[in-house]
Structures are given as structure tokens and as C-alpha cells.
């Protein structure tokens, strides 16, 4: 009996090896579908996270002159979060690595806001829109030209 147990612990050591194994290349097989997977969903192009933040500088716009601060400062921290996911998913592009000269100027709007100064409000939201329009220059994007809007991108939203 004694005899058998060498035999026997060789024999569940074989068994275990082999059965972590086949677990091991299951789960690489998984590893690498979940990879494939990752690689083909959908993310948002520059374009789409750059219209988002075009809707986001109308807004703002319209929440501010109308000294709806708290509006305010939701778009503002809208236009933020944007950025922050295009520097997050789009990061490999060129433009990517210019945008953080729209930093000084968003603090400035959101001193504005904090502040609720409507005139100061005015004159840092038409630095953060010259801004925009100095960095689509420098990137060779001088064709897409923003500016302060005069009509709400919504008619379905109150500003006041």
C-alpha cells in the first residue's frame, strides 16, 4: 500500500498539471477574444467629441449671458469631461497634443462663473472662442471657425 502512494500522488500531480494546463489555454483563448473585442468597439472619432464640445460652447454661452450660473457651470465641466476623453481615446492624434492651451482660458470662464460676473463672463468666454480659433489654425483646422453663438442650439431648453 505504501508502495502505491508514490505511484498514486505522481498520477494526481499528471492530472493536475494537465487539467491547469487546458484551464490555462482556455483562458488565454478567452484573453484574446476579449482583446478582439476591445479592438473592434466602437470609440468616438475627434470630430464627434469636437462637436460635442461646439453644442457644449453654445450652451454655455446661453447659460452665461443669461447669468444662469448653475447652467454654467454645468456646460462648462461638460467641455472638460470632453476633453478629457479625447485626450483618453484619441490620444495618438496630433491635435490631441495642442489642446491644452484651452486650459488658462476655461479656468478664466469658470472664475467668471464662481464669481457670477456677467462682463467678466463675456470677455473670458471671447478668449476661450479666440482660443478654440488659434488652436484649429495651428493644427491646420483654420476651415472650422467657431464663434459666439446667436441662436440657442436647442429650442427645447430654457436658459434663464
Known amino acids: 500500500m505504501l508502495k502505491l502512494i508514490p505511484t498514486l500522488l505522481v498520477t494526481l500531480i499528471f492530472f493536475s498539471c494537465s487539467d491547469n494546463s487546458q484551464k490555462l489555454s482556455e483562458l488565454k483563448k ?3 477574444e476579449l482583446r478582439k473585442e476591445v479592438k473592434d468597439s466602437y470609440k468616438s472619432g475627434f470630430g464627434e467629441f469636437m462637436s460635442n464640445i461646439q453644442i457644449h460652447h453654445a450652451k454655455l454661452w446661453f447659460a452665461g449671458v443669461n447669468q444662469n450660473w448653475q447652467l454654467a457651470d454645468f456646460e462648462i465641466h461638460e467641455i472638460e469631461e470632453t476633453l478629457g476623453d479625447i485626450l ?3 490620444s495618438g492624434r496630433e491635435e490631441s ?3 491644452n492651451v484651452i486650459n488658462a482660458p476655461l479656468d478664466s ?3 467668471a462663473i464662481t464669481k457670477k460676473q456677467l462682463n467678466l463672463f463675456k470677455a473670458s ?6 482660443t478654440c480659433n488659434s488652436c484649429h489654425e495651428a493644427v ?4 472650422n471657425k467657431v464663434r459666439i453663438p446667436d ?3 436647442f429650442s427645447n431648453q430654457e436658459f434663464k
Open 30 to 32: 478567452q484573453v484574446m
Open 88 to 90: 483618453k481615446y484619441q
Open 97 to 99: 497634443k495642442s489642446l
Open 109 to 111: 470662464v469658470k472664475s
Open 125 to 130: 468666454f471671447t478668449t476661450l472662442t479666440t
Open 151 to 153: 441662436t440657442p442650439p
Open 140 to 143: 491646420k483646422f483654420n476651415f
